[in-house]
């Protein structure tokens, strides 16, 4: 994947009041490798099942697996590159996040992300809550990660 922070184009940018409950967005895919995996987990979560394929087998992942953290980081830099193109940046207020099965080489991720609520902010016209549900999924459609995040979201002035 080469996609820069400005994916998300001025045109493009959704406000609060652009989102409605239902709407869906699918990222671009990342190609994850064996060498990515043990990059991150050496610098981040260096535990054997992300570093060592041979110790990995004798772990209830039963080989290689990267760090819940690595699938995390690569699905917010798959929102942040036009994932989920919200105006003023992807700003969290909150969530909650699963594996139901973990990421491995040769994995090639995506992100569908469906808007589940939106409410305008009472005390600050400005802005407003937005609730999403993603699942970032590899290239057979299995469920990697599911998460759900508050985002702020700006209001079209």
Do not use: C
Not at 20 to 46: C, M, N, Y
Not at 113 to 133: A, F, K, L, Q
């Amino acid at each position: 994947m080469n996609s820069s922070l400005s994916d998300v184009s001025a045109a493009s940018a959704r406000y609060l009041d652009d989102l409605q409950v239902g709407d869906r967005f699918t990222s671009a895919e990342h190609a994850l490798d064996e060498a990515q995996i043990k990059s991150f987990a050496a610098q981040f979560d260096p535990q054997p099942f992300h570093l060592d394929p041979e110790a990995a087998k004798a772990t209830l992942f039963g080989g290689l697996a990267a760090s819940g953290w690595h699938t995390a980081a690569i699905t917010m830099r798959l929102l942040v590159g036009g994932g989920l193109p919200l105006a003023g940046g992807i700003i969290g207020a909150g969530g909650e996040i699963s594996w139901p099965k973990p990421t491995r080489p040769g994995d090639v991720l995506h992100v569908e992300t469906e808007v589940v609520s939106v409410t305008p902010s009472r005390s600050r016209p400005d802005r407003g809550m937005v609730v999403v549900r993603s699942e970032t999924r590899n290239q057979h459609g299995d469920v990697l990660q599911q998460s759900v995040y508050k985002l702020v979201v700006p209001r079209r002035l």
